[in-house]
C-alpha cells in the first residue's frame, strides 16, 4: 500500500509540474486537482481547457469527471509522450572558493607544443565564459545495433570540445537557474551540431571497439567463405569444359559465365561490406548551459620575425587551460603554430 501511495504522489507532482511547464493553472482540491490549460497545450493533450485530475480510486467513482494520473493511464501515458519530445535543458552558474591567479607561463609550456614559436604571457584578466554539456544518444547499426550515451562538453564562446571537463563537474557547486531556461539560439545550435560531426565517432571510439571488433571478425569470415565458395565453383565449372561431346556454343557460354565470376564475387563482398558497416548517428538527450568564471590569458605567439595575439583560457573545473581553437579549421588543439598570414593554426592546417 505505501508503494502505490508513493507511486500516486510522484505521479501527480509530475502531471503538475508539467501543466505548469505548458502555461497552465492548477488549484489543489485535496485528493484532485482543477487544471486549466491554454487552448494549445489542451488540444495537444486532446483535453478540454478545463478539467480535473485525480488519483485512479476517484475517477472511477466519476462524480465530476476526473480524469486518471496514475502509471499506465490514458491521461499520463500522452503526458509522457508530450514530455519525452523535447530535450531537458538546464541552465547553472558554477561556483568556486578559489580560482588560480598566477604560474599560467608554465601551465601553458607543459600542455601545448608550438610548432617552430614560442609563446610570451603578455597579462591576465578575470573573465566569464559559457560552456555546453551535451549528452548525446548515440546508436551504432550495422548488422547488430548498438546504443548508449556520451557527453559532449563545448566552450560556447570558442567553439572547441573541452576533455574531461564533465567528470569534473561532479565536483563543483552549481547554482542552478530555477525559472525555465531560455534554449540555444540557431548559431549556438549550428555550432554545437558542427562539434557532434567532427568529434563525435572519436568520443564513442573506445565504447565501440569490441563492437567494431566483432562486425569486423563477422566480415572478414564470411568474406574468406565467399573466397572459398566462389574458388571452388571455378574449379568445378572449368573442370566441367574438359568434359567430351560439349557443343562450342555450350563451352562459349560457361566460359562467359567464368569470366563473370570476379565481378559477381566483388558484387557480393560489397553487399557484405554493407551490411558490416557501422553507422553511427547521434541524437541530443540532454543540454546542460553553464556560466563560469575563468581566467582570460593575454598570449603572444612569436615566430621568427613575426607574431600574433591571441587569447587562452584557464579553466577552474579541470584546472587546466583550454584547447586553442584553429583560426582556419576551427578545430581545438593544443598543438599551435603561426601561419604565413599570422593565423593562429592546428598543426594540419600548417601543413
Known sequence: MNFDKHEQIDAMDFACRFFKARGGVVEDQGLTREILLPEAAAQTLGMDEFFRVGPEAVAAEDRSKVYAVQLHTPLLDRMLTLAGESVPFARAELKFDYIKTQGFDRLIEDRFQFHKSKIRVMKTGEARTRYLVLTCRYTAQSDEIKQGLVEICVNLDTGVVIPDMAQGLSHVQKDFTVKKARGLNEKEIEAIRTVVSRYGQELVQERLASFVESMNRRFQRDTASLDAYYQALEKEMRQNLSRSGLSQDLVREREEKIAMIPDELAAKK??????????????????????????????????????????????????????????????????????????????NCLG
Request: aromatic share 8%; hydrophobic share 40%; glycine share 6%.
Open 270 to 347: 560489397k553487399d557484405l561490406l554493407n551490411k558490416y558497416g557501422i553507422r553511427i548517428d547521434f541524437k541530443p538527450a540532454a543540454a546542460m548551459y553553464l556560466t563560469s568564471a575563468c581566467v582570460t590569458v593575454f598570449v603572444r605567439l612569436i615566430s621568427g620575425r613575426n607574431n600574433a595575439d591571441f587569447t587562452m583560457i584557464y579553466n577552474p573545473v579541470t584546472k587546466d587551460m583550454d584547447p586553442v581553437a584553429c583560426q582556419s579549421c576551427g578545430a581545438g588543439t593544443y598543438d599551435i603554430g603561426l601561419s604565413p598570414n599570422l593565423n593562429i593554426n592546428c598543426l
